[in-house]
């Protein structure tokens, strides 16, 4: 099939969210110009759609780009489920494929927070006492080091090896300085796997300044996705001074690429005990730091928002505990502007309903609860009937996206969908299954708040093989997707 923007005739379809029989849709210069019975045409393409579904394209809200290209790459530690598992899959890799001399091995994935053992640079070093080994933590917020790459790094005195927050994320950023021609390939190849998981656009919160990067991706012929790429505050001023303001297109991008939100991070994350909470956490009472880690005060919040939504950007806050949740919605309401709170993990009872009187999207990637369930069950006892509480937050009247937080989940949202439909995994039963939303809920979270394909809208859509509305949870992590299409053109097609 041709990638050339051309008419194309979808015959024999059958539109997701709606009843009756199978319809044609008839798209011509990248928009959808008619749905209906038996339309004629003289489209240059005439696809026989054969009764499968069709649907809105797909969006995740949150995903990190280039990490997730990296990530791609890297050594996974997702399965371990102790630290001296880690180091037999370290000393597994060294022996089959070790690195290029003078290079680290770097890995990714490790959950530590349930493990037996603990992790320590000793452990690494029994494995790979001449090899620098840095391995990151799935949710990003630590990183694990051995003896010489501590030394690489400036901790050569750190008393575990185990680094978290800022010191994590300095490390990260340290090792993802790829050359810029190897990462740009490594997002292509991402990019076409997200187009093939039915993927229109992403909302890129990648932490260093992404627009131009796009732009020569895109100039390279990376063109498979819309893209919102974000700012952090080190970053702010100098997207201001070039009056950009979110929604707004990058030039030499032929429209996929527009200004994303302005993100802050006030808080750390479950899994390292630095999620901001109310109450402290178990063993940690009394303790600096035991309620976890506020990283931007509320008055400083209340700065940044001001001076970003003044500037035209839109505000996309972290917050994981209950207690950054309660100090973003502080500031939004301070401020008076809407934006979103990314994550929004833990939430107290009180804050639910505020969601939607401000006007604030929470922003959620359900496959963390998943990830998550026994780490909260262990971390925040007694208050998990309020962890991940997607329906509590619908029933309020919040508008809620869904996202992967990439490369903490999978850039696929099929697998989002099914954990906030089902709240299962593995075999398990649903983890507070009274937190399930509607499958209807859950894809209009998941497509731009689209809840089906309307003539004269844009014509980004995806062909599956089952209903995902009625599909099961296996089935729905595992949709078949047939093709995908992007502004009339195809970047997926294995229609026969």
């Known amino acids: 099939m041709s990638s050339e923007l051309a008419d194309v005739l979808l015959r024999s379809a059958r539109l997701v969210g709606t009843a009756g029989n ?78 290029p001399a003078g290079q680290p091995l770097i890995g990714y994935g490790f959950q530590d927070g349930l493990w037996p053992d603990a992790p320590s640079a000793e452990l690494l070093d029994a494995v790979s006492a001449d090899v620098p080994v840095v391995l990151v933590s799935k949710d990003l917020h630590a990183a694990w080091l051995n003896s010489p790459a501590l030394a690489n790094h400036g901790h050569a005195d750190h008393p575990t090896g185990l680094l978290r927050e800022q010191a994590a994320f300095d490390v990260n950023t340290r090792i993802s300085a790829v050359p810029e021609q190897h990462l740009d390939g490594w997002v292509a190849d991402a990019v076409d796997a997200a187009a093939a998981r039915g993927v229109v656009g992403v909302v890129d919160l990648e932490m260093t300044l992404s627009i131009d990067r796009w732009v020569h991706r895109v100039a390279a012929g990376t063109r498979g996705l819309r893209v919102r790429a974000g700012v952090y505050p080190k970053d702010l001023d100098a997207v201001i001074a070039r009056g950009l303001r979110t929604g707004d297109v990058i030039d030499g991008t032929d429209g996929l690429v527009t200004m994303g939100p302005f993100k802050i991070i006030t808080d750390g994350s479950l899994n390292t005990r630095t999620a901001f909470c109310h109450d402290p956490y178990p063993g940690l009472e009394g303790a600096d730091e035991g309620h976890g880690i506020s990283i931007v005060d509320g008055n400083n919040l209340v700065d940044y928002l001001r001076r970003a939504s003044s500037a035209g950007l839109v505000p996309a806050v972290h917050a994981i505990g209950d207690a950054a949740n309660a100090l973003a919605l502080d500031a939004f309401e301070e401020v008076g502007c809407r934006g979103s709170i990314e994550h929004a993990q833990l939430v107290h009872e009180h804050d639910v309903g505020r969601f939607a009187r401000l006007g604030i999207t929470a922003s959620v990637q359900p496959e963390h609860a998943m990830d998550d369930r026994d780490v909260a069950d262990r971390y925040w006892p007694g208050r998990t009937h309020r962890a991940f509480a997607f329906a509590s937050l619908v029933a309020a009247g919040a508008r809620i996206t869904l996202g992967s937080d990439a490369p903490v989940a999978q850039l696929d949202p099929w697998v989002s969908m099914a954990a906030a439909v089902f709240r299962a995994r593995d075999g398990r039963e649903a983890w507070h299954p009274e937190q399930r939303v509607l499958s209807s809920v859950a894809l ?37 997707v047939s093709a995908t299409m992007l502004g009339g053109r195809w970047t997926h097609f294995t229609l026969d």
């Open 22 to 99: 199978p319809l044609d849709i008839l798209v011509r210069d990248g928009m959808i110009t008619a749905i209906g019975e038996s339309i004629g045409s003289r489209a240059a393409e005439v696809v026989d759609v054969g009764g499968r579904w069709v649907a809105p394209g797909l969006w995740d809200s949150h995903v990190h780009m280039g990490q997730w290209a990296l990530m791609r790459q890297r050594l996974d530690l997702s399965s371990a489920t102790s630290a001296a598992e880690v180091a037999i899959l370290v000393a597994e890799r060294l022996r089959s494929t070790p690195p």
């Open 444 to 480: 209009a979270a998941s497509t731009d708040g689209r809840a089906t394909l309307l003539a004269g809208s844009v014509a980004d859509l995806v062909i599956t093989e089952l209903d995902p509305l009625v599909a099961s949870d296996e089935q729905l992590r595992n949709l078949q």
